[in-house]
């Protein structure tokens, strides 16, 4: 099971103070860069993967490598694929060995910015690696529990982690009962080839989220509610 650790990253200070809304002169702002420092020092973003093949199809389902996926968003998207690349990646379970003072709010969201800058990079880092040595061009993942409930339950990451063996071991990824994931800043869902953007924001009716990476496209989701054609 192919684990990439040699991660490479970079925590830009401008950057993180500005996602955290912090002015470089702020008394704050020597409090995010010594965290900044604390983690550059323990840092180890991780992704691991599975190349998979599906084996059935049937309305709302998918079966891959023995695991049903239940998700008729994610049957569309697969239609004419083949091979799909189950993952995690994560920030580094290392980031919640460092101690933060009890109770500070303030500080824990700092954490947890930095944490995402982390998980985008281990994520980055993993999609790259796949187009090139799968000899992949496009790609778009989806994710168990991401967007509106309805589109893939959180539920199937137990499916989707059978497919990767011991997640703790190679990644240090723990599931919860609740199927979430810790550390918190870690993502699982499958990549697959595809010559369509696709991203889970597209059939999620939540405003407001800070992590959208795309508007909400009625069309799709009708699509998603009612069925037709699958995604090409």
């Known amino acids: 099971m192919p684990t990439l650790t040699e991660i490479p990253f970079e925590l830009d200070a401008a950057s993180i103070l500005e996602t ?20 550059q020092q323990v840092a180890c973003p991780k992704a691991l993967f599975q190349e998979s093949f ?4 049937d309305a709302e389902t998918v079966t891959i490598e023995g695991a049903t996926f239940t998700s008729r968003m994610l049957r569309k998207n697969l239609d004419g694929v083949e091979r799909v690349f ?43 690696y796949l187009k090139k040595r799968h000899a992949l061009e496009q790609t778009s993942s989806m994710s168990p529990g991401s967007g509106d409930v309805t589109v893939w339950p959180i539920e199937q990451q137990r499916e989707l982690f059978s497919l990767l063996g011991d997640v703790k071991a190679q990644a240090g990824v723990e599931l919860t009962d609740s199927c979430l994931m810790k550390p918190n800043k870690t993502v699982s869902g499958i990549v697959y080839p595809t010559e369509v953007d696709f991203r889970t924001c597209q059939v999620c009716r939540r405003e407001h989220c800070p992590s959208r990476s795309a508007a909400f496209d009625a069309a799709l989701w009708d699509l998603h509610q009612h069925g037709g054609e699958p995604t090409p």
């Open 20 to 39: 955290v809304h912090i002015a470089p002169d702020s008394p704050d702002a020597a409090t995010v860069r010594e965290l900044i420092d604390k983690a």
């Open 54 to 57: 599906i084996q059935a199809k």
């Open 86 to 128: 189950p993952f995690v990646a994560t920030c580094g379970h290392e980031l919640d060995t460092v101690p933060l003072t009890p109770g500070d709010f303030l500080m824990e969201f700092w954490w947890d910015a930095i944490k995402a800058v982390l998980l985008s990079c281990a994520i980055k880092h993993l999609k790259g």
